[in-house]
Every structure is written in structure tokens, then in C-alpha cells.
């Protein structure tokens, strides 16, 4: 089945601790997001990838970092540098074209200890 | 600046009692509108995307319509399934981002 895969589905940071999210699609889509969702606001754009080996800042990249060396995979990195990352954080991949409709993982939720 | 407004926050209906949800946008030379469906601890799921003023979109229950300034979430005779909360994007012309609603939380009772 194709789609977006990320993990963990649940990760606990400890005090100036980098942890790295993982995602993964098998949709052959060029483009691909990292959001992060806190409770009464609407998605924020972290970073984005239009192809393979270039990402762009989104809104709120601060504190995080990101690669995108295969097609499949843009992982993200929370470094310590984020002092307030507990939150549900969501890939997405684009499917470009007319469409432009963007798919989304099931979201990891990222808590502090 | 380009922006996204949903309203109401939030939505009770009895089963049965069709509503209307509302996603306001102002963006400069729109490429597209786009509804999902987000359950909590889940991924949005796509429902729709609307292109131009006049477009309509139907599917079980749900029917989306757009115009120049707002997009309509129409849901007839909702059932308690239908319980989730419902997210509104915009995507402006000639860029890869799309800006979101905080979303309208829907109740649907039994």
C-alpha cells in the first residue's frame, strides 16, 4: 500500500537532548513537509523539500534541522536548540501537478522529561 | 498577507442536523482550497480540493463549495462517525506551502 510512514509514533526528549523523527514515502512524490500541531492552532510549516539533496525554512525552523539525501525520506531533527518542542509533529508528501494535494502520516507526538 | 479563518471553533449537532462550516481566506492568486478530516492522535485525511469560484465538491455527507473570499463545508444529516475536527488550507499561486484554519471541532451526538 502506498503512503507516508512516520516513527516513532510516540518520543520522549530528555534536557538538551537532539532526537531525530522519521519519514518515509512510497508515493513517489517529489515535495515533502514537516508540520508541527499544538492544541487551539492550525498547522505550521517547519521545513519543506521540493527535491532531493534541497530544503527550505518554513515558518518556525528554529531549533530544527532537516536532510532530504533520498526521494523517500526527510527526516527531522529537534536539537536542543528548540526549548519548547513537546508537540504532534506531521509529514506530509505533495503530489505535484494540477492537483497539488498533500498526504499526510499519522504524526508523532513528541514530549519532554 | 495571505491568512485562513474557520468558524465556529467549535460545532454540537444532534444527529440528523445539517450544518455549515466556514473557512474565510485571503491569498494572493489562490491555486487552491483544500478540506481534510483530522481525528484526534491521527494525520489529516483529505476530503477535497476546490480550484476556482463556483466549484463544488460531494462526497457521502459532505459537500464543498467555494468562492472568491470563503469555502462552505456543507454536512447533511450528520451521524455521530462524523465527529472530528475538520481543517481548511490554502495553497497561493506559485509556491509549495500551504497555510491552515486552527480547524472546527465537530460533535455530532446521538
Known amino acids: 500500500d502506498g503512503g507516508i510512514t512516520q516513527s516513532p509514533k510516540y518520543l520522549f526528549r530528555k534536557e538538551g537532548q537532539n532526537v531525530t523523527l522519521s519519514c518515509e514515502q512510497n508515493?513517489?512524490?517529489?515535495?515533502m513537509y514537516w508540520y508541527r500541531q499544538d492544541p487551539g492552532q492550525g498547522l505550521r510549516l517547519i521545513y519543506y523539500s521540493q527535491i532531493v539533496n534541497d530544503f527550505q525554512k518554513g515558518d518556525i525552523a528554529e531549533g530544527y534541522s532537516v536532510s532530504r539525501e533520498k526521494k523517500e525520506s526527510f527526516p527531522l531533527t529537534v536539537t536542543s536548540a528548540q526549548k519548547n518542542p513537546t508537540a504532534f509533529y506531521l509529514c506530509?508528501?505533495?503530489?505535484?501537478?494540477?492537483?497539488?494535494?498533500?498526504?499526510f502520516g499519522a504524526g508523532t507526538r513528541l514530549s519532554v522529561l | 498577507e495571505d491568512q485562513v479563518t474557520q468558524s465556529p471553533e467549535a460545532l454540537r449537532l444532534q444527529e440528523g442536523e445539517s450544518s455549515s462550516l466556514n473557512c474565510s481566506y485571503t491569498v494572493s492568486g489562490l491555486r487552491g482550497l483544500f478540506w481534510y478530516r483530522q481525528d484526534p492522535g491521527k494525520g489529516p485525511e483529505f476530503l477535497f480540493t476546490l480550484y476556482s469560484a463556483g466549484e463544488e465538491k460531494e462526497k457521502e455527507r459532505l459537500k464543498a463549495t467555494l468562492t472568491k473570499k470563503e469555502s462552505f463545508l456543507h454536512i447533511t444529516a450528520p451521524k455521530p462517525e462524523d465527529s472530528a475536527t475538520y481543517l481548511c488550507a490554502v495553497q497561493a499561486g506559485g509556491t509549495y506551502k500551504y497555510i491552515f484554519g486552527t480547524g472546527t471541532r465537530l460533535k455530532v451526538l446521538a
Open positions: 506530509a508528501s505533495m503530489e505535484e501537478g494540477r492537483k497539488n494535494i498533500q498526504y
Open positions: 508515493l513517489n512524490h517529489d515535495a
